[in-house]
């Protein structure tokens, strides 16, 4: 046998170490994983999924709109869209109605899905991309505002105060599709 055909021997059995090491490593990870409940991971980076709400009412003749003041940043004691994150167990329209509710104390409100807005950098935190809907209810309805919201009040379309994230974009856009 050869000087050639021995580092071939050599280089193979290095090759078939190598592939059963990393092997091992995956194996590994995918145990630890695993342990943690996490049934699949990704190495690529995950947006975040949020929901708002835009509930108009007409009172006295008037189109009015629904928003929060919120508590806390980003954003504190700016106006906002009733709204919030998505939970890994509800549908996007079930999130909606649970932070609607939470955020103003409205329960029941029929809504249909308006349009998604995925600007990069629309939410100072992280990447977020959130599903907008909308619904119409009666003008006398009170809120009152809750969880992580300091104040419901409505406002006038034609007369909106400066807004938190893209939700001017969203109310400008949603009225000049619908009114």
């Known amino acids: 046998m050869g000087h050639l055909e021995i580092v071939g021997y050599i280089a193979a059995i290095i ?9 091992a490593e995956k194996e590994k990870k995918e145990d630890k994983d695993r342990e943690l409940g996490l049934k699949y991971s990704y190495k690529y980076p ?6 708002d709400a835009i509930v108009v009412a007409e009172k006295e003749g ?3 709109i629904l928003l929060i003041q919120r508590k806390f940043d980003p954003f504190q004691g700016f106006w906002a869209l009733p709204g919030g994150f998505v939970g890994m167990e509800e ?4 999130a909606c109605n649970r932070e ?4 103003t104390g409205l329960k029941n409100v029929a809504l249909k899905q308006f349009f998604t807005f995925d600007a990069i950098g629309r939410d100072p935190r992280h990447r977020t991309v959130t599903t907008v809907f909308y619904g ?3 003008g006398n309805t009170q809120v009152l505002g809750g969880d992580d919201a300091a104040i419901a009040e409505w406002f006038p379309l034609n007369s909106l105060p400066e807004m938190a994230f893209d939700h001017s974009e969203i109310v400008h856009k949603f009225i ?4």
């Open 176 to 179: 000049k599709e619908n009114f």
């Open 46 to 51: 995950r947006l975040a999924m949020t929901v």
């Open 136 to 138: 119409k209810i009666r």
């Open 100 to 103: 609607l509710q939470e955020e």
């Open 62 to 64: 008037q189109e009015m």
């Open 15 to 23: 090759i078939v170490i190598y592939i059963v090491w990393r092997n």
């Open 91 to 94: 549908t996007l329209l079930q």
